[in-house]
């Protein structure tokens, strides 16, 4: 069984036991999350209904809080001696999903 979750402006697919990166999340490691999901798939059964979709819960569990790659912005005009470098790393919250309750 596996679910597509939305997950900070992202969608995932997501089964019991994965870890992974989603956009920063308020809460400290081992609190307990809830992701909307928008399809369920179980077995050869396929949810896609937003009725039956309100019942279902995907539940994870953050594990710990991450940064993203460094990523470097350079700035620079010809001849004018304008140089600008700026960096930024994304912050990121990793999470483990412990539950699908269809």
């Not at 790393?89 to 483990?96: E, G, I, M, N, Y």
């Amino acid at each position: 069984m596996y679910a597509i979750v939305r997950a900070g402006g992202r969608q995932e697919k997501v089964s019991v036991g994965d870890v992974l990166l989603i956009d920063k999340v308020a809460g400290a490691p081992g609190d307990s999350i809830d992701l909307t999901p928008l399809l369920v798939v179980d077995g050869g059964t396929v949810t896609s209904d937003a009725a039956k979709l309100a019942k279902v819960t995907v539940t994870a569990e953050v594990v710990k809080p991450a940064k993203g790659p460094k990523i470097t912005i350079m700035k620079f005009k010809n001849k004018t001696g304008y140089r600008k470098r700026q960096g930024h790393r994304q912050p990121l919250t990793q999470v483990k999903i412990t539950t699908i309750d269809v």
